[in-house]
C-alpha cells in the first residue's frame, strides 16, 4: 500500500535498528503514552527487535481503558431506558461496567450501534425522530474537535433528539499526575501522535522542564516509532532533557488552532476521575452551559455512583506503568478478551489487549 | 436492567466465543466421535463409501453487497465446506426463513443468485424448505443449506494431518469479503473495487488431489474469524506450530487501505472463496503452479510453514522484521476508537 507499506520495510527498518542500538549507552525506561503505539509496537513485532536496556512500559493513553466504572455504568444507564438509541465507537462495546456491559445491555433489549463518526450519530438521530439518540463519548483531544463540530452541527440543524454523554479527558493534566509518582522512574515520553496533531508539540514542554524528561512526538508506524526512540536514546545519552518532532508529516509545534478553538468554545475543562489513577483536576472536558440541551447527563438526570476496581484486577497499576499484565493473577485466565475483567483487556488499543494478543509466546 | 447470561453476538463470530459455546453446551450434550471431529464437514462411514456432510446458515447483513450476495454465499459456502474434507459435492439442500414483508423482488434476485451459483458449481439444491415469521421477528432473509459429498477411498483430509515440515499455502488475496460487508455496513464508500470474493472451490480441491494424491494434508476455508483463526484451531489440532511471513501474504492494495480506515486486521477478516491448503513440502511447488493455473487460485500463495512446537502456536515474522503471536479472533471484530 503507497505511503504506509514503505514505513514498515524491514530494509528502512533494519538500519534504524542498528542505529537504536549504537544510540543507546544506558538502561532507558520509555513509556509509550498511547493505546496506539502500544498495539503498533505489538503488532509489528516491534518488541521483539528492541537492543537490550530499552524497556517499553505502556501509559494511560487509551481512552476506553481509562473511563471509569461509573461512567460505564451510567452509559448502560441511558441506553437501558425507553426511547433511547445509544450510538458509540465500537471499542466501547464490551467494556465492563461494574454490573455488565453494552454488549449485554443490547441482548436485553437496549439499541446500540457502533458508529465511526459523532457525525453519524447526527444523522441516525435525524432519520430517527422518535428516539433519543445519544452519543457515548470517550475519547482525548483527537476526538473531542469532531465531537465540539457534531454538536454546533446539531444546533445549527436544531435537532433535538440528540445529546452526547461526555466522558472526555485531556492527556497534559493526566501525564503531569502520573509524573508526579516518584516511583515511575521514567527516562522518556512516547509522545502521542494523534493528539499532538491537535495540540502540537509544544504541549509538552512544561513536561520535559518541570520533570527533566525527554519527550519525543511519535507516529505509529514501525519507522516513525524507530525514529522516535532513537531520538529519546540520543537524548539520553547527551544529558538533554527537550521535546523534539519525530512526526513533522503530521504535527507541528502549536498543533491544530482551530480544532483547539472548536474544542474550548463548546467544551470546558472539569474534574475527572480516570480508571486507575484517580480524580485529575481540569482533566476532563464539559459541555459549556450553553449547549446544556445537548447534554445526555443534564437531560437524562444522570447521578454517577463510585464503584469499586474490580477484585483483583491491576488495571489500575498497570495504566500508570508500575505493573506489567503478567503481573496480574487474573491475566489470561479470568480476564481475556472475551470475557474482560478490567478495561486495558477489553480495548483493542489495551495493554493487557496487545499482551494477550500478540505477548504470549 | 438485571444482567444475565445471555447470547451475545459474540457468540456467532466464529471466534473464541463460539467456540465456548459448542465446547460448553452443544458437545456435553451432543458429542459422539464425528460431532467431536469439529472439522468443516462430517464424514460417515457407509456401505457405499466415505459421506461428508455438512450445514451451514446465512444471516450476511447486507443481503446484496459488491461480489454477491446472501444466495450465492449459501451455496458456494457449503460446497467449500465439502470440498475442505476432499468431498466431492453431490447435492444440497435449501431452507428459508422469510420475514414478513420482504419484498419478492428481492426474493427472486436471491433465488435466481441461487440457481446461478449451483449451475457453475454443477451442484443441484434437491431439496428444501420455507418458513415465513412476522414483521421484525426475523430480518429479511435467512438461509441454512446442508450438502452431501462423497469422498474418494484413500482421502484423508483434516486439521489433525498438519505436520511439521508442510507448506502453508493461501489460494488468494485475504479479507475481500470481510471487509467488503464492513464497509458497506460502516457506509464507507472507498475507491478501489472492494468485492466479495465469493466462488466454489471444490474443483480446485479436486485438481490438487489429483495432482498430488496424499500430499494436501489440510484445507480449511478461512471464514468467520479469518486466516488467523483458522490456522490456530489447526495447529492446536494437529500439535504444531505454524510460522507465517507477513510479507508473503496477499492482500488487495484496496483492502489494505480499508483495513487501515475501519482499524481491522485482514488476518481476522471472513474469505468465502479461499482456502488455507497445508502440503507436504516435496509437492508445494507443484500444487502452487497447479493451483495459480486455475482461476480460484490465481493469486495463491506460500504464506508460511509448520514447525514442530510449541503446539498450538501460531507465529508471524513481520513485514518490518520482528516476530509476534497471531491467537484466534475473540469476538466480532469491532473498530478501534482512534
Same mark, same amino acid.
Given at each position: ?19 537504536? =542500538? ?17 498495539? &503498533? ?5 516491534? =518488541? ?6 530499552? @524497556? ?28 433511547? =438509541? ?26 446500540? @450501534? ?26 482525548? @483531544? ?78 505509529? @508506524? ?11 536514546? /540520543? ?14 508529516? &503530521? ?7 482551530? &480544532? ?27 459541555? /459549556? ?64 489487549? &496487545? ?7 | ?83 475442505? *474434507? ?87 488475496? !485475504? ?67 505454524? %510460522? ?9 492494495? %484496496?483492502?489494505?487501505?480499508?483495513? %487501515?480506515?475501519?482499524? !481491522? ?20 511447488? *507443484?500444487?502452487?503452479?497447479? !493451483? ?39 469476538? %466480532? ?6
Amino acid at each position: 500500500m503507497k505511503y504506509v507499506s514503505e514505513y514498515r520495510d524491514k530494509k528502512f527498518i533494519d538500519p534504524l535498528v542498528d542505529e537504536l =542500538r549504537r544510540t543507546i549507552d544506558r538502561p532507558l525506561r520509555i513509556m509509550e503514552v498511547c493505546g496506539t503505539h502500544t498495539m &503498533a509496537i505489538f503488532r509489528h513485532g516491534l =518488541r521483539s527487535l528492541m537492543p537490550e536496556g530499552l @524497556e517499553l512500559i505502556s501509559g494511560p493513553g487509551c481512552p476506553v481503558c481509562v473511563t471509569s466504572s461509573a461512567h460505564i455504568d451510567g452509559f448502560i444507564d441511558v441506553a437501558s431506558r425507553d426511547g433511547v =438509541r445509544v450510538a458509540i465507537f465500537g471499542d466501547l462495546y464490551r467494556v465492563p461496567g461494574s454490573h455488565g456491559s453494552l454488549a449485554k445491555a443490547q441482548s436485553m433489549g437496549a439499541q446500540v @450501534e457502533v458508529v465511526y463518526s459523532p457525525m453519524d450519530a447526527l444523522t441516525l438521530a435525524e432519520k430517527n425522530p422518535q428516539q433519543m439518540v445519544v452519543f457515548l463519548s470517550v475519547g482525548f @483531544e483527537t476526538t473531542i474537535p469532531l465531537v465540539a463540530a457534531t454538536i454546533l452541527e446539531a444546533e445549527r440543524r436544531q435537532v433535538d433528539n440528540f445529546t452526547v454523554f461526555s466522558t472526555h479527558k485531556i492527556m497534559p493534566p493526566a501525564l503531569s499526575a502520573l509524573l508526579g509518582d516518584p516511583e515511575l522512574r521514567l527516562d522518556g515520553l512516547l509522545c502521542p501522535g494523534h493528539v499532538s496533531t491537535i495540540i502540537g508539540a509544544a504541549a509538552y514542554e512544561p513536561l520535559a522542564a518541570n520533570y527533566h524528561l525527554s519527550c519525543v512526538v511519535a507516529g505509529f @508506524e514501525p519507522v516513525d516509532v524507530l525514529q522516535a526512540l532513537i531520538m529519546l536514546a /540520543r537524548q539520553g545519552r547527551e544529558g538533554r532533557a527537550e521535546v523534539e518532532n519525530a512526526y513533522g508529516r &503530521a504535527v507541528d509545534w502549536q498543533g491544530n488552532l482551530r &480544532a483547539q478553538k472548536l474544542m474550548h468554545d463548546v467544551f470546558e475543562p472539569i474534574d475527572c476521575q480516570w480508571r486507575g489513577l484517580g480524580t485529575i483536576p481540569a482533566s476532563g472536558m464539559a459541555i /459549556r452551559e450553553k449547549f446544556s440541551r445537548f447534554d445526555a447527563e443534564k437531560r437524562f438526570n444522570i447521578r454517577l455512583t463510585e464503584t469499586p476496581e474490580p477484585k483483583g484486577c491491576l488495571c489500575g497499576l498497570i495504566l500508570k506503568g508500575r505493573k506489567n499484565p503478567a503481573d496480574c493473577p487474573l491475566f489470561g485466565g479470568r480476564c481475556t478478551p472475551l470475557n474482560p475483567v478490567g478495561p486495558c483487556m477489553v480495548s483493542s488499543e489495551g495493554t493487557c489487549a &496487545a499482551h494477550y494478543r500478540y505477548g504470549r509466546a | 436492567m438485571k444482567m444475565t447470561e445471555t447470547i451475545l453476538l459474540d457468540h456467532g463470530s466464529g471466534g473464541r466465543a463460539s467456540q465456548e459455546l459448542i465446547k460448553n453446551i452443544f458437545l456435553p450434550q451432543l458429542t459422539n466421535p464425528v460431532l467431536a471431529c469439529l472439522e468443516d464437514s462430517a464424514i460417515v462411514d457407509t456401505a457405499a463409501g466415505q459421506l461428508a456432510f455438512t450445514t451451514d446458515s446465512y444471516v450476511v447483513d447486507p443481503i446484496f453487497f459488491p461480489g454477491g450476495d446472501i444466495g450465492e454465499l449459501a451455496i458456494n459456502g457449503t460446497i467449500n465446506d465439502l470440498a475442505m *474434507r476432499g468431498a466431492k459435492p453431490i447435492c444440497l439442500s435449501l431452507g428459508l426463513i422469510l420475514e414478513e414483508g420482504f419484498a419478492l423482488d428481492d426474493l427472486k434476485r436471491v433465488i435466481l443468485s441461487i440457481q446461478g451459483a449451483c449451475r457453475k458449481a454443477d451442484v443441484p439444491v434437491v431439496t428444501g424448505d420455507t418458513k415465513v415469521v412476522p414483521k421484525g421477528k426475523g430480518d429479511k432473509i435467512f438461509i441454512n443449506t446442508s450438502g452431501i459429498g462423497l469422498v474418494d477411498r484413500g482421502i484423508q483430509i483434516s486439521g489433525k494431518n498438519a505436520r511439521p515440515g508442510d507448506v502453508v499455502i493461501l489460494s488468494g488475496s !485475504m479479507g475481500d469479503h470481510g471487509i467488503t460487508i464492513l464497509a458497506q455496513r460502516a457506509g464507507i464508500s472507498l475507491q478501489g473495487n472492494l468485492r466479495s470474493d465469493t466462488m466454489a472451490l471444490h474443483r480446485l480441491v479436486q485438481q490438487m488431489l489429483a495432482a498430488a494424491p496424499g500430499a494436501v494434508h489440510t484445507l480449511r476455508d478461512p471464514t468467520r474469524g479469518g486466516v488467523a483463526t483458522s490456522l490456530n484451531e489447526i495447529a492446536e489440532a494437529a500439535r504444531v506450530a505454524i %510460522e507465517l511471513d507477513e510479507s508473503a501474504i496477499p492482500v488487495k492494495p %484496496e483492502v489494505g487501505a480499508a483495513c %487501515e480506515i475501519l482499524g !481491522m486486521d485482514p488476518l481476522y477478516l471472513a474469505n468465502e472463496g479461499k482456502c488455507l491448503a497445508l502440503v507436504a513440502p516435496e509437492h508445494a511447488d *507443484r500444487l502452487l503452479e497447479l !493451483m495459480r493455473s486455475l482461476p480460484e487460485g490465481v493469486d495463491a500463495a506460500v504464506i508460511g510453514r509448520v514447525s514442530e512446537g510449541p503446539a498450538g502456536r501460531v507465529l508471524l515474522k513481520t513485514a518490518a522484521g520482528g516476530t509476534r503471536i497471531v491467537s484466534s479472533l475473540t469476538g %466480532e471484530p469491532l473498530p478501534r476508537i482512534c
